[in-house]
Every structure is written in C-alpha cells, then in structure tokens.
C-alpha cells in the first residue's frame, strides 16, 4: 500500500516534469517561428510589383552599363522602358542604406534559363555597382530575403529557372559578390531553416 503511494507520487512528479518540458517546447517552438516569420524576411513579388525610386536607379543604372558593352547595340537598349523595370530597396548589410534588388524584363537580360536578377550597392562616390554574380531566375516565383547573415550580408533565396525544375537557390555574399550557394527542390519555411 505504501509502496503504491510512493508510485503514484513518482508518477505525478514524472508527469508534471514531462508537461512542463512539453509546454516549454511549445513555448520554445513559438519563439523559434517568430524569428522565422515574415515580418522579418522580406517577400519580393518582382513580377507584379516594384517600388517606383528603386526602379529610377536600376533603370539609370542599366541604360549606363549597357553603353559600356560593346555586344549590345543603341537601339536594343534604348528599346528598354522605365516600365521594364521591377525593383525594390533592401537593406541587405545594415549599413542603413538601402541595396536596390530587381530586374530588367527585356530580351538583354533573358536567357534560355531566365533573368538576371541584379542587386546594386552604391559606393563612396555615389555610383552603383552590381553585387550579383550573373544569378538567373524566374521572376514568375518571388524571392526571399532572409533574416540570416553571411559575411554581414543578408542570404537571398531565389528561384530556379525551369531548366532546373524550379528549384530554389541559396544565394550568399562571398568576395564582395552574390554567388548560388545551395540548391532545393522546394522551399518551405521548415526546408530552409531546419538546414541553417
């Protein structure tokens, strides 16, 4: 009878521990999905919107760069629009000034496997240059910038293009350059963030 007493007092304690540990989990687990909220990740829809003054700058910033080569005639350029741009300011390295991330929709700046996407940084003397190291995507998916860093640099998660079955890549700052870092099949919130 003691005994029985004693074991359904170990139970109780064994219980309560394991309820608390679970509710500490579910406390954990909420805290865990907030960081990965997208409040803080930035979901850039460059197919159906754009920000009016980043697309001034990608658009400045294309028309100047194409002059300076030499497979790319006056005409084809001057054939880009204002509207052909779509692009969004970020601030990727918390510098408190914004990148410029988007895209030209124009036959200059598609291939076979999609779009360039470009991500222009401004430097000392107030010029632009382009951190993306010639990354194709479909601009049909939206890309994401995450709350993860990579040598102070936000990563960017950008879609594949159909010749790679629309996988998405993992695109990371090294050498002063956007390089693809790692490739999915899919991507979903718990893909991503369980594999970092």
């Known amino acids: 009878m003691i005994q029985n007493k004693i074991m359904k007092k170990i139970l109780f304690v064994i219980i309560s521990l394991f309820l608390i540990l679970v509710s500490l989990l579910i406390y954990l687990g909420i805290q865990v999905l907030g960081e990965c909220s997208s409040k803080k990740m930035i979901e850039l829809d460059l197919l159906n919107n754009s920000e009016p003054k980043a697309n001034k700058i990608l658009y400045g910033y294309f028309k100047e760069t194409s002059r300076l080569m ?12 204002l509207s052909d741009i779509k692009a969004f300011e970020v601030d990727l390295n918390r510098d408190n000034q914004k990148e410029v991330v988007g ?45 993860t860093h990579h040598n102070g640099y936000r990563n960017i998660i950008i ?33 991503y963030f369980n594999t970092h």
Do not use: H, W
Not at 70 to 81: A, H
Not at 162 to 183: A, I, P, Q, S, T
């Open 159 to 191: 879609p594949g293009s159909r010749y790679f079955g629309y996988k998405y890549f993992v695109v990371r700052y090294e050498n002063n350059m956007y390089y693809n870092d790692k490739l999915f099949k899919t991507f979903t919130y718990y893909t």
């Open 70 to 81: 030499p497979i790319m005639n006056t005409s084809e350029i001057e054939s880009v629009k």
């Open 103 to 147: 895209v030209v929709f124009s036959p200059l700046t598609r291939g076979k496997l999609g779009y360039e996407l470009f991500i222009l940084q401004k430097n000392d003397k107030d010029k632009y240059y382009n951190l993306s190291n010639s990354l194709i995507f479909n601009p049909a998916e939206r890309v994401y910038i995450l709350t």
